[in-house]
């Protein structure tokens, strides 16, 4: 079983997949997203390091992700905290012209090595309530993060989770959970993905919303 946490910055998808890890007795993947030495000088501004912080990102992800195969999943669940394809998401928001196309050609000779996962648990959330969530964490290089790139990021979700037809995605309307401090809300989300994998048992706790 290979299960994906997706979502827009500040949903909670790191914070759900390390809650899941004990229900489903799973290894974790987390994104080394404080790696990247782009990061905070991309926030500051967009433009002049949107390139080397996309290339540094694809590079990264696609080295946690190549060792992921069928036959590890044989013998170890598995869930991650972010999906390779999302990392072209963020480059048709940030890239243009032939940066855009430079991306393009690298992700796609490295994506047909990536092994996809059997579930994509997509966390909707609206964006003001995601920039409560992203100023409530208070990470020093979010602290300037403009609405408009979180909405902007936002409507890009949105259009790629609904063109996702090859892949199995699960919706969560995730606005009014809290499944950090509420175990049913973490229960119910863990029963969604169980009855949309037909893992027993499972048993709707909660009328979690979706898509």
């Not at 946490?5 to 997949?17: D, M, N, P, R, S």
């Not at 489903?24 to 994104?31: M, R």
């Amino acid at each position: 079983m290979y299960i994906a946490i997706e979502g827009v910055i500040g949903v909670g998808k790191t914070t759900l997949a390390q809650l899941l890890k004990t229900a489903f007795n799973t290894e974790l993947l987390l994104e080394a997203f404080e790696e990247n030495p782009f990061l905070s000088d991309f926030y500051a501004d967009r433009q002049a390091y949107a390139f080397q912080t996309q290339i540094f990102f694809l590079l990264s992800r696609y080295r946690q992700q190549s060792n992921i195969d069928a036959e590890h999943l044989a013998d170890n669940n598995l869930i991650a905290d972010y999906t390779f394809q999302k990392d072209a998401l963020f480059a048709r928001l940030n890239l243009q012209g032939d940066e855009l196309a430079t991306y393009h050609q690298v992700h796609s000779a490295l994506a047909e090595r990536i092994h996809p996962p059997d579930l994509i648990v997509y966390l909707r959330v609206d964006t003001d309530v995601a920039m409560q969530r992203i100023a409530q964490r208070d990470r020093p290089y979010e602290r300037n993060m403009a609405y408009s790139y979180i909405n902007d990021l936002n409507k890009a979700y949105e259009a790629f989770m609904k063109n996702e037809v090859d892949q199995n995605v699960l919706v969560i309307d995730s606005n009014p959970l809290d499944f950090v401090a509420n175990n049913d809300h973490l229960d119910g989300i863990a029963d969604r993905i169980r009855a949309t994998l037909g893992i027993p048992p499972y048993q709707q706790k909660l009328p979690l919303g979706s898509g």
